[in-house]
């Protein structure tokens, strides 16, 4: 694995180094071109099995975050490197002006360039899969019964795909994070009367049993390749005309979306979150939230047919959200950074809820926080939780980080980003977003108790909702 020795005699290892960078970086350009350097040595068009392997790398390689990170850090002057040492296997793939240093050590080991998932955890992927297709087993005649099929995992899903949800049948697939998530969403599902189904990928216990044995990078490819291209010929058999997903974060998925299209299905993936996921997806049409989405999305699959839309949303009323009473309430929009390892978001949101935290007592301000659905790592500080903003009646102003909340809470008051210079919305929201560095937060907040200044804000936050849509 990469390891470096600065001049101060400093040796940084592969994890610290992960640990120097915003992780938005690992779904830059950047990166997904070193994980092509690192998946294939030709120059065309990667096959569907490469584009697999290239979208795990993407996903869950901790060797090409570190190849990543150290270029991001001598880019930006942030790291002097004295002597850099590699694994062999980068002799061939990267050439000598990738990285600007010269003292380079080449070191003989066994090097996986997919990182090694216990086998464990895969072996529990297959059987949660197995078990919601047991579950469902009348699922296939539902299906069979629907021309419209939305891929539901919670209730992200419903907000997703709410002008279709009714009309389709709603497939239920595992969702790993947290399962009660799930459960609430579906039986909610029940409530509204929405048609449903349970359903899942034909993973084989078998070749996950087989990975205790035996886990390198091929039989990690194959592993995912054959479920999903198994779960693509399973739905192509049927009369799917529509198909509604948001699964471009799973690196065999767009395996599906082609299977379909050839079916002469529809197929339509609309983005859940800020962030770009795995590089090759495939589909007609995918509903983004940001034009950096489109400008990834599009570099990687400018050879396809794929039709880029912004997910409509709601403009807020300035006149009506200042007119709920003077005063201001804070409201912190927390993300699961921690949960997903992202050690720099983790870290820069631990300080600015913290800061935070000392502002509302030094300051007598009205600053609560509302923690990310997903989390089961929550700060210890003495912020008051909020799990619904609808228990707000002041004038509502949101921070963050870099949260996908900015589209879903925006209409509902003014939101300020918060960073630093290596961490900001730029690349991620838009940059015309209202970003200021955690050093002046103390006065930022002061600024925003003044409501000429929210209002001069919310127009221009207005103006940038309006583009998207």
Not at 206 to 229: M, P, V
Not at 306 to 317: I, W
Not at 397 to 410: C, E
């Amino acid at each position: 694995m990469i390891g470096v020795e600065t001049f101060d005699g400093e040796l940084i290892t592969p994890h610290q180094l992960v640990k120097l960078v915003p992780g938005h970086i690992f779904h830059s350009k950047q990166h997904v071109e070193t994980c092509i350097i690192l998946a294939s040595d030709n120059v065309g068009q990667p096959d569907d099995k490469t584009k697999v392997f290239i979208n795990l790398l993407v996903k869950q390689s901790t060797l090409a975050k570190c190849i990543t990170a150290l270029k991001f850090l001598m880019q930006h002057n942030s790291l002097q490197c004295k002597t850099l040492y590699l694994p062999e296997i980068l002799k061939e793939k990267l050439d000598d002006d990738f990285f600007a240093c010269e003292n380079r050590v080449y070191i003989k080991e066994s090097v996986n360039l997919i990182d090694r998932l216990s086998a464990k955890n895969l072996l529990l992927k297959s059987i949660a899969h197995r078990v919601y297709r047991l579950i469902g087993w009348r699922s296939k005649r539902k299906i069979a019964k629907h021309t419209s099929l939305v891929r539901c995992y919670v209730e992200v899903s419903e907000t997703l795909h709410k002008n279709e949800i009714m009309d389709s049948l709603c497939v239920f697939f595992p969702f790993p994070y947290k399962i009660s998530r799930q459960v609430n969403f579906y039986k909610s599902c029940l409530r509204r009367n929405y048609d449903t189904a349970i359903y899942g990928v034909p993973y084989s216990i078998w070749r996950a049993f087989k990975l205790f044995f035996k886990k390198d990078d091929a039989s990690i490819i194959d592993f995912e390749y054959e479920a999903y291209h198994h779960h693509a010929v399973e739905l192509a058999k049927f009369n799917i005309k529509h198909y509604y997903t948001e699964d471009d974060y799973v690196p065999a998925s767009f395996l599906v979306g082609k299977k379909l299209k050839e079916a002469g299905c529809r197929v339509v993936n609309r983005s859940h979150g800020v962030g770009y996921d795995c590089p090759y997806i495939c589909a007609h049409s995918i509903d983004v939230l940001t034009k950096s989405q489109i400008n990834y999305y599009k570099h990687w699959n400018d050879n396809t047919d794929l039709v880029f839309n912004f997910q409509k949303r709601e403009v807020p009323n300035t006149a009506v959200l200042l007119s709920e009473c003077e005063e201001v309430c804070y409201v912190f929009m927390h993300s699961n950074f921690k949960d997903h390892l992202l050690h720099y978001e983790g870290a820069l949101q631990e300080r600015i809820l913290k800061a935070l935290s000392n502002c509302a007592k030094v300051n007598q301000l009205d600053i609560c926080i509302k923690y990310h659905p997903n989390t089961s790592i929550k700060e210890e500080l003495d912020l008051p939780e909020i799990s619904s903003i609808n228990c707000i009646d002041k004038i509502k102003v949101f921070i963050t980080i870099n949260s996908a909340s900015f589209y879903t809470y925006s209409q509902y008051g003014l939101f300020l980003f918060f960073g630093d210079e290596l961490c900001n919305p730029f690349e991620i929201i838009d940059p015309k977003a209202l970003f200021y560095h955690i050093n002046d937060l103390d006065s930022v907040l002061l600024t925003y108790q003044n409501k000429a200044a929210i209002t001069t804000a919310l127009a221009a936050q207005s103006e940038l909702l309006r583009s998207f849509n």
